[in-house]
């Protein structure tokens, strides 16, 4: 109820909400750039330049590159985003931890182990309290507006960095 009222996450166009539907990559794109905007969906205006071959002409393509442009999104290292593939509550989450400020390289949350790193980190933000999931598997809605609701009460994190010179 929150994040509908915060403009964040809408009913399905037949006016329910599917509590139990699970969410693809392209929605959960959509979903972090209208909480970065404020609950509002922002003006992307239309995609030249993709960066993945297979969002060419979808819907969710201006969400996507938008993501993909501030490192919340990656596709899958063959040039492809997969938007119509379920999310996992493990993707899910490294999205939202990036968005909050989490550096995917700093944190490990790349590499071979990047789902351990991701998970670990997830639970210690708080990402998942209240959801009992197996982060590995398709994330409901329900669940996914659960994790986006934690991360709007998770701290945004900043990076220091000194550099010593000779």
Known sequence: SVLVELGVIAGKDDGSYDPT?????AEM?????????GGKDPSLGNVTN??????????AAAYIEYCSNLGIVAGDGAGKFNPNATVTATEAS???LVALGYSAQFEG????NWAVATNVRANQ???YDGLAINPSEGLSRDNAAQMVYNALSANVVTYEYTLISD
Do not use: E, F
């Open 21 to 25: 539907g699970i969410v693809t990559r």
């Open 29 to 37: 794109a959509k979903i972090i750039c209208v909480v970065l905007n």
């Open 50 to 59: 993709y960066s993945y071959a297979d969002t060419v002409g979808h819907w």
């Open 94 to 96: 490294k999205m939202l």
């Open 109 to 112: 949350m790349t590499g071979a």
């Open 125 to 127: 933000v708080g990402l």
